[in-house]
């Protein structure tokens, strides 16, 4: 049964007109991307519509994901040249460092308005695809909430200006998904991380899906997290029929509860309790 995920309400086209309004105040853009997929949690439109603005990208979430696979993203976009530092505002590491690292891409127009006996306000525009945190991020670094912010994509309608202090302002845009998921197989991790709504897809197939992914990249995790034995070679429809009956979800007749797995198991990988978990890799 073929579950092809295709997300992008009437709002994402009005962000997307929205970025292109208000880029030209805009000194840096802050592009927050999912610790967990550092490449599919880039919305590949950004490139087109931000051109060649500054931009610090900022790896959220970092405590959820594998510290070890999150420095190897580091490096690899090190390589072009891309500033990426990770944060995590749960914990509130490496939230202080956002501020000096955004200056640092236009220290040079700040000396030039200071040698004019200017302080130039500078104007960040935090962009990323919906659920990456953005709002929480922002609440973090002014120190209150200024906005709402949730577990479900989408939370975010308007644009909001936040003011951090005297010399910085925030430009909150909603979170917007390329305009095409070309990609099944990215589109199904931007699924597994809470960025798409879990409405509009068969959980269940793709609960088959993120389990035969975590059977080929942390199956001791996995093992470990639903006491099962070795699941080499076990279809993902085996392994969370495993899990369910691991976890006592039957039903009449004595079938597994598959739909009650499938949401126990999302829930528990978006929340990292299987583990620090990175769904993809550099190359």
């Known amino acids: 049964m073929e579950?092809?995920?295709?997300?992008?309400p009437g709002h994402m086209a009005k962000t997307r007109r929205m970025i292109s309004d208000n880029l030209k105040m805009i000194d840096v853009v802050v592009e927050i991307i999912d610790a967990r997929i550092p490449l599919s949690g880039r919305n590949s439109d950004f490139d087109d519509i931000l051109k060649s603005k500054p931009r610090l990208l900022v790896l959220n979430k970092a405590d959820l994901a594998d510290p070890n696979?999150?420095?190897?993203?580091i490096?690899?976009?090190a390589k072009n040249n891309i500033k990426v530092m990770p944060v995590s505002c749960t914990t509130g590491a490496g939230i202080n460092k956002v501020f000096n690292e955004a200056k640092k891409l236009v220290q040079d127009r700040i000396d030039k308005d200071a040698e004019k006996g200017r302080t130039r306000t500078l104007k960040?525009?935090?962009?990323?695809?919906?659920n990456v945190g953005k709002s929480s991020l922002i609440n973090r670094l002014v120190g209150k909430a200024s906005?709402?912010?949730?577990?479900?994509?989408?939370?975010?309608?308007?644009?909001?200006?936040?003011?951090?202090?005297?010399?910085?302002?925030?430009?909150?845009?909603?979170?917007m998904l390329p305009h095409k998921l070309e990609d099944q197989e990215r589109a199904k991790l931007l699924v597994y991380t809470g960025a798409v709504k879990d409405e509009i897809m068969n959980t269940e197939l793709l609960a088959y899906d993120l389990c035969s992914h975590l059977r080929d990249t942390y199956p001791e995790?996995?093992?470990?997290?639903?006491?099962?034995?070795?699941?080499?070679?076990?279809?993902?429809?085996?392994?969370?029929?495993?899990i369910g009956r691991k976890?006592?979800?039957?039903?009449?007749?004595?079938?597994?509860?598959?739909?009650?797995?499938?949401?126990?198991?999302?829930d528990e990988f978006r929340g990292a309790k299987i583990g620090r978990i990175t769904l993809e890799k550099p190359e």
């Not at 993902?236 to 029929?241: A, K, N, P, S």
């Not at 039957?250 to 999302?266: K, P, V």
């Open 69 to 73: 696979v999150t420095n190897a993203w």
């Open 247 to 266: 976890r006592g979800f039957i039903i009449s007749g004595g079938e597994t509860d598959m739909e009650r797995a499938a949401n126990i198991l999302f």
């Open 147 to 175: 906005t709402k912010t949730g577990d479900k994509a989408g939370v975010t309608k308007g644009k909001q200006w936040v003011r951090v202090r005297g010399d910085v302002e925030l430009l909150d845009i909603p979170g």
């Open 221 to 242: 995790l996995l093992c470990a997290r639903y006491k099962l034995d070795s699941i080499d070679g076990l279809e993902g429809y085996e392994i969370l029929e495993k």
């Open 75 to 77: 490096s690899e976009y």
């Open 124 to 130: 960040l525009m935090m962009a990323g695809i919906p």
């Open 3 to 8: 579950n092809r995920i295709h997300w992008y």
